[in-house]
């Protein structure tokens, strides 16, 4: 059976875009892309039954963005990956990520 686990948009520790600011749906996706690269960096690409998503939801104020992770449990290795995930969330944007959140928000211009 597939789960989901929610992660956030952004590292624990930094700030994230609003919704309903300005340019919100752009640089939400932005961030949420740079920290899914950012996972990917600290645990590795996902194995059989794992993914990292930006999952779209819906709420009174608009639409927010947050990363999550999708295990499957006929997969164990996926479901181990996803809490370890959880469990280890990094606090702060790594100096690649604060790259990416450069290069990616330019590129969304």
């Not at 600290?42 to 009174?60: A, N, R, S, T, V």
């Not at 499957?72 to 809490?83: E, H, I, L, T």
Request: hydrophobic share 40%; with cysteine; glycine share 6%.
């Amino acid at each position: 059976m597939r789960e989901e686990i929610y992660l956030g948009p952004v590292p624990i520790e930094e700030d994230c875009s609003q919704v309903g600011s300005i340019g919100y749906l752009e640089r939400s996706r932005v961030e949420c892309r740079a920290f899914i690269n950012q996972l990917r960096r600290q645990f590795g690409e996902p194995p059989m039954g794992g993914i990292l998503k930006i999952m779209e939801c819906p709420h009174d104020f608009g639409t927010y963005h947050e990363v999550i992770a999708i295990f499957d449990d006929v997969y164990p290795d996926s479901m181990r990956w996803a809490f370890e995930v959880e469990e280890n969330l990094p606090m702060k944007w790594d100096e690649q990520a604060l790259i990416d959140l450069t290069i990616l928000t330019i590129a969304s211009k």
